[in-house]
């Protein structure tokens, strides 16, 4: 296994036929994530989240859908002004009304989406695909007459028959669409189906094709980083995974992945707990504790045999450092805790414990019934102190 100075290589990559990737990442936080039942994000949280993302890299962050309110209207216009290095796009129906709201709003991109699957035509517009799609290459002319950038989205595109996708796809090129974009909406896909669709798609359309995963079976991650590796350019993510029903592909963890994984470095990926904190307190949606990258237990040890590992080296027992996302480490004293990590632990609070008094000390540890819900640094201070006065 190789080591670099913030992570372990997974050196099985070197096994595979990958080419460098060629990505960016929209990140729809701010619209698909508002989705998310109950979540409202005020103009000031908005604008801080959008700075924020702008700060990491981002290439381009999807700020709104214009005609949901006056208020996100006037929220999509202002992050398009804030003069980011990441260019904003912003959601619309196929309805030349809804590409006038993102008009007005100065946007770079608009996404003009249709549902192309026979169960969304059916049982959603009541209309026929030949109908629909008219009626989006119709929002995609306005768009291109007024100087937008156009991503033309296929929603349910994942349980849509393929052939109409590609039929779709190359059609909307003849509107010079910027990209195509397949949504897999309700999370049906596994890495490898999203790799083939991926694929075949890229087989017939020149366009630069982008992956918009949801996680009703937590894939999304891994689905959109198997797209990746079939060639998809554009990169859908939320941060903390927020987002309609089980949420998206997390911002946290696709970037970490493609550091780790795919060597891309040029995120800073420092910022993500910070905006991680963020978005959770904006939200009022506190991510689960064992989340990978951000949630609270991402770098929290209690085993024994891992913290006395981890006291010598980190790397034993941690993929990637805490400091490479804005995290810290946190070593737990508990049922499971052992004598070398409780040496160490002791020792990092300045005090000198004989061999007997630590083995004193985690009897007292082990059989408290405080271990269940964690025993504090202040209460561990105590114990110590009793330990030593006895
Ligand atoms: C997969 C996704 O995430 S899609 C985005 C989902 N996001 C949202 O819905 C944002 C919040 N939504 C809203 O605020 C409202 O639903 C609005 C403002 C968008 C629309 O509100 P309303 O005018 O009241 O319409 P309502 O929500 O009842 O129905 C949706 C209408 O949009 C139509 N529609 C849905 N998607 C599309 C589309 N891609 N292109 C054209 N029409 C569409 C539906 O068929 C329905 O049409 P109908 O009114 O003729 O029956
Ligand atoms: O692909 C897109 O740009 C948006 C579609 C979407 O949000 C979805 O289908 O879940």
């Avoid at 372990?8 to 990737?21: A, C, I, P, R, Y």
């Avoid at 962050?61 to 949901?68: L, R, Y």
């Avoid at 156009?150 to 349910?156: I, L, M, P, Q, T």
């Avoid at 707990?273 to 991402?298: C, D, F, M, N, Q």
């Amino acid at each position: 296994m190789v080591l670099t100075k913030d992570y372990s290589l997974n050196g099985l990559m070197q096994f595979l036929d990958l080419k460098t990737l060629d990505i960016e990442i929209c990140d729809v936080t701010l619209r698909d994530g508002e989705q998310t039942p109950g979540v409202v994000f005020t103009r000031e949280e908005k604008t801080d989240i959008a700075s924020e993302l702008d700060a990491i890299g981002v290439e381009i962050i999807e700020s709104g859908f214009p005609v949901v309110s006056q208020t996100e209207k006037e929220i999509v216009k202002e992050i398009a002004s804030m003069g980011l290095n990441a260019k904003t796009c912003c959601l619309a129906r196929s309805r030349v009304s809804d590409v006038e709201a993102a008009i007005e709003c100065d946007v770079d991109f608009v996404s003009i989406f249709i549902a192309m699957s026979e169960l969304h035509l059916k049982h959603k517009y009541h209309k026929s695909y030949e109908e629909m799609f008219g009626l989006a290459m119709e929002a995609v002319q306005y768009a291109k007459d007024h100087g937008l950038g156009v991503r033309f989205a296929a929603e349910d595109g994942s349980r849509t028959d393929i052939e109409t996708l590609k039929r779709a796809f190359l059609a909307a090129e003849e509107y010079k669409v910027d990209y195509v974009s397949i949504a897999d909406t309700i999370g049906i896909l596994n890495p490898s189906t999203t790799y083939y669709l991926v694929k075949e798609i890229k087989k017939i359309v020149k366009t630069p094709v982008c992956i918009h995963c949801h996680d009703d079976m937590g894939m999304a991650t891994a689905n959109t980083l198997a797209a990746a590796e079939a060639g998809a350019k554009q990169l859908h993510t939320t941060v903390n995974g927020i987002g309609e029903r089980a949420g998206n592909a997390s911002l946290e963890e696709v970037l970490v992945a493609l550091r780790v994984q795919y060597d891309i470095d040029r995120y800073d990926t420092r910022k993500l707990t910070g905006l991680s904190k963020k978005v959770e307190r904006y939200s009022g949606i506190k991510p689960g504790v064992t989340k990978a990258v951000i949630g609270e237990h991402a770098f929290s040890h209690e085993s024994g045999i891992h913290v006395c590992a981890i006291l010598e080296e980190p790397r034993t027992y941690e993929l990637f450092s805490p400091e490479m996302v804005g995290g810290q480490r946190r070593l737990i004293v508990g049922k499971h805790t052992g004598i070398k990590a409780l040496k160490g632990i002791v020792r990092s609070m300045g005090y000198d414990l004989s061999q007997e008094a630590l083995c004193t000390l985690i009897e007292k540890v082990k059989n408290s019934a405080e271990t269940k819900y964690g025993i504090s640094s202040t209460r561990l201070e105590e114990m110590i102190k009793e330990v030593k006065g006895t």
